[in-house]
Every structure is written in structure tokens, then in C-alpha cells.
């Protein structure tokens, strides 16, 4: 697991951000959290950025800073998550991405309380760090209660 701090050129950093984080950026909403549809009382809302093998979104020429960083030999997923602003924390339901190897990207949008824990260790929601982990290790997100929601990228890929 490694976690980078500054991950991307502020400039960079800056126009994601407020490309996603704006009123005008449509996020979907999501009744299950994880891919196992498994019911629970949590909600998200998500933004496909590429998924099967092709783009899916206006969106993917700019993760091109973030691609560039990780040079992937392939990519299997880039998604946006948006876990709106709850009373107190709430965990969500550990899973994994892909059941094969692969690697794992966040990179947290905003600073809030929310964190993701891979397997026992903790790491915290802090704008333009990145955490980068085996995408086949149980780990798990959280809302958080002091913003309005919780936003990162979610990037899988070989």
C-alpha cells in the first residue's frame, strides 16, 4: 500500500476537482455500494468514467494527468464516488474490486472525515492524495459528517 500526498500537479488537481465538484457534473444514484447488490441503507452517487475496455464519459480526456502518473498496461474501471454527508460515520460494506490482480487507485477530492480502510489500516480523506493498494484486498469507504458528501476517483487497472 502506498499513499502520495500531492498526488497530482495543483493545476491539475484543481480543474478535476472543479470539473466534478460543481453543480452542473452528473453523478447517478446508487442504492447498492458495492457490486454485489447487496441491499443496505447507504446510498452513493457515481459518474462511469470507463469501464469494459472504452470511455463512458466526457471526462476521460482529463484523467489523462492521473494515467499518465500510474502508466497502467491496462485500465479496468475509473469511476467517480460521491458518498453524500451523514449524521455520523457510516461504514460500508468491506469488499474487493476484482477478484484477480489488479491495482487500486483513490484519490480523494475533497478534505472531510471519511477515510478507506485497506484490510486494518486507515487512511484518511485529504484532497489530491492517493492511495494505491492490491484492488483484490478487502477494504471498505465511509460517508462523513463535516461536508456536504465525500468525493474521490476510484481507478482500477493492470
Known amino acids: 500500500m502506498k499513499i502520495i500526498d500531492n498526488f497530482l500537479k495543483q493545476v491539475d488537481f484543481d480543474f478535476i476537482k472543479n470539473y466534478i465538484?460543481?453543480?452542473n457534473f452528473p453523478l447517478y444514484y446508487q442504492h447498492f455500494l458495492t457490486d454485489d447488490k447487496e441491499e443496505s441503507s447507504e446510498c452513493s452517487f457515481t459518474h462511469?468514467?470507463?469501464k469494459n475496455h472504452m470511455p463512458h464519459s466526457d471526462l476521460y480526456e482529463h484523467m489523462q494527468p492521473i494515467i499518465?502518473?500510474?502508466?497502467p498496461k491496462a485500465l479496468l474501471r475509473i469511476k467517480i464516488n460521491c458518498y453524500p454527508k451523514t449524521s455520523k460515520i457510516i461504514y460500508h460494506k468491506p469488499h474487493i474490486d476484482f477478484d484477480?490482480?489488479?491495482?487500486?487507485l483513490i484519490l480523494y477530492l475533497n478534505n472531510n472525515d471519511g477515510y478507506t480502510?485497506?484490510?486494518d489500516k486507515k487512511v484518511e480523506?485529504?484532497?489530491n492524495r492517493?492511495?494505491?493498494f492490491d484492488g483484490n484486498k478487502k477494504h471498505f469507504s465511509t460517508s462523513c459528517?463535516?461536508?456536504?458528501?465525500r468525493f474521490n476517483i476510484a481507478i482500477n487497472y493492470l
Open 145 to 149: 459528517t463535516n461536508e456536504r458528501a
Open 68 to 71: 499518465n502518473l500510474i502508466e
Open 100 to 104: 484477480f490482480d489488479n491495482k487500486a
Open 21 to 23: 465538484i460543481n453543480n
Open 117 to 119: 480502510t485497506v484490510e
Open 48 to 50: 462511469i468514467i470507463y
Open 125 to 127: 480523506s485529504i484532497e
Open 130 to 132: 492517493a492511495l494505491i
